[in-house]
Nanobody
Framework: QVQLVESGGGLVQAGGSLRLSCAAS????????MGWYRQAPGKQRELVAT???????NYADSVKGRFTISRDNAKKTVYLQMNSLKSEDTAVYYC???????????????WGQGTLVTVSS
């Protein structure tokens, strides 16, 4: 069984920074794309940023130039550095990964439990 565990959320003032982390564990053979999504109150979940195992990153227009996604393949961990935070960034942030697992064997899309980011204005 594969699990994603997020950390790093919290309360920050507008203009501040936070760094989210998400570590994958379990019977993992490989991880393809890893990403961050968010869901604000009363809104649908939306993509924030994705990063493949090799290749270019992808960002939502609303976070370009402020957020940076990165990953450490050896640690099976993805990060989201969030700078110049705005009140509209307030949301629950979810980690996502496309995983090839060994037990049971197969391809799975896995989600973390979410971490709350609150930006006060």
């Amino acid at each position: 069984q594969v699990q994603l565990v997020e950390s790093g959320g919290g309360l920050v003032q507008a203009g501040g920074s936070l760094r989210l982390s998400c570590a994958a564990s379990g019977s993992i053979l490989s991880i393809n794309v890893m990403g961050w999504y968010r869901q604000a109150p009363g809104k649908q979940r939306e993509l924030v940023a994705t990063i493949p195992s090799g290749g270019s990153t992808n960002y939502a227009d609303s976070v370009k130039g402020r957020f940076t996604i990165s990953r450490d393949n050896a640690k099976k961990t993805v990060y989201l550095q969030m700078n110049s935070l705005k009140s509209e960034d307030t949301a629950v942030y979810y980690c996502n990964a496309d995983v090839v697992a060994t037990s049971p064997y197969g391809y799975f899309e896995v989600w973390g439990q979410g971490t709350l980011v609150t930006v006060s204005s």
